[in-house]
């Protein structure tokens, strides 16, 4: 789950600072790669941590219940990043039917 955290912070890192200093480098797909990549992550890590770790009656351990809840946290986050895919993907979809390069202005010709 470390793993998990500091690849969605690299990730978060790229689609919110690369668009806005280093357009050259933001593509849309890449984006929706990684996206999806930090999705699986979440939901694998989530699941093994259940499997082997997780309890659901702690009786009072404090370590239990802290294995409970990055479960419980693992899933929202694997929750919050299948609405950025889901989102991101829709407008990947979109956008595929609309030219990427505005149209050539026509030159003004006074009459």
Sequence with gaps: MVFNSVFSLVVLAYLALTPLYFARFFHRYAALGLESVAMIFWFAGSIALAANWAHPRC?????????????????????????????????????????????????YVAA
Excluded at 81 to 88: I, N, W
Aim: glycine letters at 8%; a positive charge; charged letters at 10%.
């Design 59 to 107: 009786g009072g351990n404090s370590y239990c219940g802290a294995v409970n809840a990055a479960v419980a946290f693992g899933f929202f986050l694997w929750a919050l990043f299948t609405t950025f895919v889901v989102v991101d993907a829709s407008e990947v979809l979109r956008s595929r039917r609309q030219p990427t390069t505005a149209p050539a202005a026509k030159p």
